[in-house]
């Protein structure tokens, strides 16, 4: 198995060329079911001068490197003898480099190492301006709804968007229409929207203030960005793009085009997902477009109410350090690009499985699919995802990212190289439960209600747990959504139905099943708005 590590760099004194930059990363102009790229012209800038540096990164280990008497927060003061646990479990640098935020020579300041980082990583991305983020791509979706109802009454959103965005529906007030995407009912997933589709929304909403999609989705399905942004703009709204899976997209010619370069105009983007920061790390990216004046500003106000106080040194630090890895590693992402496709093409030659990508081009909507993310209908090899997934993880040491009835994702992270045979080995020694080639029913993903109420009404109202059984045909208090991926399944202000509830309960009693917001573990009750107080 080959694995690397990153190391931080040295002091700024000694600023170092990024692990693996050979050269200018450039893209070509082709638009297919396997990749959509950009022009090298609308590539990100990621070759200019100082991009192989790491500013943040550099000065907070200079930072770390000096005796200081720390008499401030966090409170173990990089004390390793006195936090001995902490410093066993991870390493005494990390206490070292643990600072707050606010320090000069860090962060304070429009020179500082800090803003220098995110200014190359909105050069990186193609950005007028990037905000570095510590709570995740769901801060970034939070603060995109609360900006909204400064440019409008009703956002326009695909219905398939993660949970956050819904939880800043819930924070912003602001009325939503939802965009049905279309849905692969044999694999009980859903992929993305047309223009088409939009453009009918965005004309049917009243004073609409943008509109929000979502690409590439959990499956790896592209979106025509391009056309969605041009409908959008037709409209007189920007387009958001939930870019969270897409991180690195656009640093290599074999990768699909970033959102940015395809006109959208505010993109999220979970950088530690495959970007290779750390867990809980991301990314904001405002377009310089023709919303960027009028946007700017609202997303500086919200960045300040969402974002914590306390700042993680280390998760801004890791952004930093993942933007110089992509912006110089061409060839180290061609190499984990290699790797998923001899995953791919063992797949295709053993026959026991398919993959859910090569049914993409059955849907007008998907113009395109990561390379990176390899979803593997395991139905059609007889045993089901979450058996697959449990499997993996127990028989094997082996951890993918998630698992439906009919299907598991494996992803390889932009820059890693995995030990493709050990996981194809173990995915073709899994046993199959389901005999005589029959399959289980599948769980199909269910409709949603009819919405009786906003979001945030619902949110607000009073409310009451009932029996699962007794809540259908009432309103929901909460957000319910199969977790992962984390698609709500279930918003605040519709109503309720048996096929939810039974998908829901369903999901819950898998292996590693979980619904992010229920009221139990296993939804043996739902809140619903009490209409009666």
């Not at 000069?104 to 301006?129: K, V």
């Amino acid at each position: 198995m080959n694995t690397r590590s990153t190391a931080l760099p040295p002091p700024v004194q000694q600023p170092v060329r990024a692990p693996g930059a050979t050269g200018t990363t450039e893209t070509t102009g082709t638009t297919g079911v396997t990749g959509v790229t950009g022009s090298a012209s609308s590539a990100p800038a990621s070759r200019r001068p100082g991009a192989s540096r790491a500013p943040y990164a550099e000065a907070l280990r200079a930072h770390a490197g000096r005796d200081w008497l720390r008499l401030n927060v966090p409170g173990h003061a990089a004390d390793t003898a006195r936090f001995a646990p902490l410093a066993d479990l991870f390493g005494p640098d990390v206490l070292a480099l643990d600072f707050p935020p606010l320090l000069d020579g860090l962060d304070l300041g429009d020179a500082s190492p800090l803003a220098e980082a995110q200014d190359l990583a909105a050069a990186a991305w193609g950005a007028r301006r990037t905000w570095f983020l510590t709570n995740g791509a769901s801060q970034a979706n939070q603060i995109a709804s609360l900006i909204t109802p400064a440019l409008g009454d009703t956002l326009v959103v695909q219905r398939s968007v993660h949970s956050s965005v819904i939880d800043g529906l819930v924070l912003s007030g602001l009325d939503a229409v939802f965009v049905q995407p279309s849905i692969d009912a044999e694999q009980g997933i859903a992929h993305g929207i047309t223009p088409e589709a939009l453009a009918r929304a965005l004309a049917d909403a009243d004073r609409p203030a943008a509109a929000y999609v979502v690409s590439p989705s959990y499956f790896g399905a592209v979106s025509d960005i391009r056309g969605l942004a041009d409908v959008a703009h037709d409209a007189g709204v920007p387009l958001i793009v939930d870019e969270a899976w897409g991180a690195h997209f656009g640093f290599h010619p074999r990768l699909p085009a970033g959102a940015l370069s395809q006109g959208a105009d505010l993109v999220t983007s979970s950088t530690h997902k495959l970007g290779g920061s750390l867990t809980q790390s991301a990314m904001l990216h405002l377009a310089d477009g023709p919303y960027a004046d009028r946007l700017e500003p609202l997303i500086d106000r919200a960045h300040r109410m969402v974002q914590s106080t306390s700042a993680s040194a280390l998760l801004l630090a890791s952004l930093d350090l993942a933007r110089a890895q992509l912006a110089g590693g061409a060839g180290e992402l061609g190499e984990s690009i290699d790797a998923a496709d001899r995953i791919r093409r063992t797949i295709r030659r053993l026959g026991r499985f398919r993959l859910v990508a090569d049914t993409f081009p059955a849907y007008e909507d998907v113009v395109g699919s990561d390379p990176l993310r390899i979803a593997i209908d395991t139905r059609h090899g007889h045993i089901s995802g979450h058996d697959a997934r449990r499997l993996l993880y127990r028989d094997h040491q082996i951890m993918v990212e998630v698992a439906t009835d009919a299907a598991i994702v494996a992803v390889v992270g932009g820059g890693s190289l995995p030990d493709t045979e050990r996981f194809v080995e173990a995915l073709h020694c899994l046993p199959t439960p389901l005999t005589d080639g029959g399959h289980q029913p599948l769980q199909r993903l269910p409709a949603p209600g009819p919405a009786r109420l906003t979001t945030r009404e619902a949110f607000h109202r009073p409310t009451r747990v009932l029996p699962a059984e007794e809540a259908v045909g009432r309103i929901s208090a909460d957000t319910l959504a199969a977790y992962p991926p984390g698609i709500p399944n279930l918003l605040p202000g519709e109503e309720i139905t048996a096929e939810v509830v039974a998908f829901l309960q369903h999901t819950a009693r898998t292996p590693h099943g979980h619904v992010r917001g229920a009221h139990d573990a296993g939804l043996t009750g739902l809140r619903v708005v009490d209409m009666g107080l």
